[in-house]
């Protein structure tokens, strides 16, 4: 859900872009972090804990807590939290610790 | 390899007010700062400040950045500025390490200050991984930068300025808070801050501690639970707040990385947030050269920290030369400045921490 109207804050927001997510196309504006464009879309559970796969969503949204690391453009373990958005990204979820190409 | 005479990590209040006065004084000055913009956690924060006119009171964190930055801009010939940068390194040798756009740097300063802040804290009980469980200040920056809204229905954790203020911006946002609780018997933060949100008509329930989350794939309901004057958990006492977004706002730890590879003496204060450097009046640590301010010093508020910050940042310029005839009357001001917001009930706990430290 985007915030539409603020008594105090007008937001600067880049131009919109594409991205998928395992699959989906879902439409976000370039530069915000992955994270917000997701959660924007209704999409909550970003990464999954390594043993049990339980959901895991974002905690600290400043790169600290390793809670949302995602696989962008095939590369495992990116915090999507910090991680700008870029036209033509494929998202996806990611299982286990992920693997280095 | 690059060499600069003192290295600013993290670009923050603290960062900003040190780079400013060391870079004002002729030293030459890098910022590292791992966000694209500077101004550390003060982008998101969009209330007034406390404090006096020496430490921006009445003015919104968000325009505080603006004005440190514009500041720091004055003296651009010292001063060399690294966004999208990470310092992930310090060594006995004197080097840092930097991790810049996917590649790896290596710079050697004279000095060192380290500013890098603090993280949020995290509580225990079942199911607080569920998505939907968010530390206030991530909400914070996700509502306040991004635009974001975390959720319909929030159910905030502690009662301190944090807190409070960031249930308020939810508000301001068009979110609806269902309660502030906080296991202390008392509510920390500002009682301005209570005050306005008591009125909004949000209870604000002291002695009440969460018992479990409940939901699958995220947060659908929370129970909380009062706690006795032993702090331990009344069973009866229980219910069940329907939310799908809990904030965690039960304090700050410092973000000492760095100074615990360097090898500096850390003491474990509480007060302060945990593990803290042992430093001295002017700021430096029991490693020469090496310098700290802000929150990964002790988490304050901003106001402390920006005042830390031109404290480390003149005493720093000094030790390498550079000084002038106001060197003894600025440092006696900032350490004044920091007794005045240190002062009262609301600065005692930081007083007690200090006391521990401060040799």
């Known amino acids: 859900m985007r915030i539409e109207e603020h008594p105090i804050l007008s937001f600067k927001k880049g131009p919109k872009v594409r991205f998928t997510f395992d699959g989906k196309t879902y439409e976000g504006y370039e530069d915000e972090p992955i994270a917000a464009a997701l959660h924007a879309a209704g999409v909550r559970t970003l990464g999954h804990s390594h043993k049990l796969g339980r959901p895991r969503g974002f905690y600290c949204a400043i790169g600290n807590c390793s809670s949302c690391l995602m ?3 095939g590369e495992p373990n990116v915090r999507v939290c910090v991680e700008k958005l870029k036209d033509g990204m494929v998202v996806e979820t990611q299982k286990g610790k992920g693997d280095l190409r | 390899m690059k060499k600069t005479e003192i290295v600013v990590v993290g670009g923050g209040p603290a960062g900003l007010s040190a780079a400013i006065n060391a870079a004002s004084l002729g030293a030459k000055v890098t910022v590292f700062d791992r966000n694209s913009q500077l101004g550390g956690q003060l982008v998101k924060q969009t209330h007034m400040f406390f404090g006096s006119q020496k430490q921006y009171a009445s003015i919104r964190g968000v325009d505080i950045a ?30 840092l390490t930097v991790e810049q756009d996917g590649k790896y740097m290596k710079i050697k300063p004279q000095s060192v200050i380290v500013t890098t802040g603090a993280s949020e804290k995290f509580l225990t009980f079942p199911n607080n991984d569920l998505p939907g469980i968010y530390g206030a200040g991530a909400v914070q920056t996700l509502m306040n930068v991004y635009g974001v809204a ?35 018997p008392k509510i920390g933060g500002y009682l301005v801050h209570a005050s306005k949100i008591r009125r909004m008509g949000v209870p604000i329930m002291t ?59 850390m003491k474990f204060v509480p007060e302060l947030g945990g593990h803290v450097p042992v430093r001295n009046e002017e700021l430096e640590t029991s490693m020469k050269g090496i310098y700290v301010a802000g929150d990964v010093a002790g988490v304050e508020e901003a106001s402390a920290a920006m005042v830390e910050g031109r404290l480390a940042g003149l005493c720093a310029a000094k030790n390498l030369g550079y000084t002038s005839d106001q060197f003894d009357a600025l440092k006696a001001d900032y350490l004044d400045q920091l007794n005045a917001l240190r002062s009262g009930p609301v600065g005692e706990k930081i007083r007690k921490g200090l006391d521990q430290l401060v040799g």
């Not at chain 2, 004005?67 to 004197?94: P, R």
């Not at chain 2, 939901?215 to 229980?238: A, N, S, Y």
């Not at chain 2, 219910?239 to 090898?263: F, H």
């Open chain 1, 71 to 73: 696989v962008v453009n």
């Open chain 2, 66 to 95: 603006d004005i440190l930055t514009n500041e720091l801009m004055k003296y651009k010939d010292n001063i060399e500025i690294h966004t999208d940068s990470t310092v992930i390194g310090m060594y006995e040798d004197g080097m």
């Open chain 2, 150 to 184: 975390p959720g319909d229905s929030v159910l905030m954790i502690g009662a301190g300025n944090i807190g409070l203020i960031v249930s308020y911006q939810l508000m301001q946002a068009g979110i609806k808070v269902k309660a502030i609780i906080d296991a202390a």
């Open chain 2, 207 to 265: 002695s009440y501690t969460v018992k479990y989350a409940h939901g699958t794939e995220k947060l659908e309901k929370v129970t909380i639970w009062r706690l006795d004057e032993k702090w331990q958990p009344m069973p009866g006492t229980e219910l069940d707040i329907e939310a799908d977004v809990m904030c965690i706002s039960v304090g700050l730890s410092p973000l000492a990385e760095l100074l615990w590879q360097i090898g500096c003496d």
